[in-house]
């Protein structure tokens, strides 16, 4: 079987009909093109946002979670030591927007 060598390196048959250069540059004008699709798809809403009201009065423990890049025990300790005052509505603990807004901006006692 005769191998085909080019500038003494292996020349291995592609089995798509692209020279492998252009096969690297159309997959990444591919890729270009979709990430800027995503990107411009991208809403400019916030994920604690609700559509229809100026701002969200009541956060959820998780979303505290979130805000902050902090994990549930911290929100806990922040509740015991006064930094966050829970309301609870049925079976489930909320948050006040304005203690929020306060925490983030140092505003805090």
């Known amino acids: 079987?005769?191998?085909?060598?080019?500038?003494?390196?292996?020349?291995?048959?592609?089995?798509?009909?692209?020279?492998?250069?252009?096969?690297?540059?159309?997959?990444r004008q591919v890729i270009r093109e979709e990430?800027?699709?995503?990107?411009?798809?991208?809403?400019?809403?916030?994920?604690?946002e609700t559509p229809g009201m100026t701002y969200k009065p009541l956060y959820k423990i998780t979303e505290i979670c979130t805000i902050f890049h902090i994990t549930k025990p911290t929100v806990y300790d922040w509740v015991k030591h006064g930094k966050l005052k829970p309301f609870k509505v049925r079976s489930r603990v909320f948050f006040l927007w304005q203690d929020i807004q306060q925490l983030l901006h140092g505003n805090s006692s």
């Open 35 to 48: 990430v800027t699709k995503a990107e411009n798809e991208k809403p400019n809403v916030s994920s604690f």
């Open 1 to 27: 079987m005769k191998e085909n060598v080019s500038n003494g390196n292996p020349v291995t048959p592609m089995l798509f009909p692209y020279q492998p250069e252009q096969f690297w540059q159309l997959l």
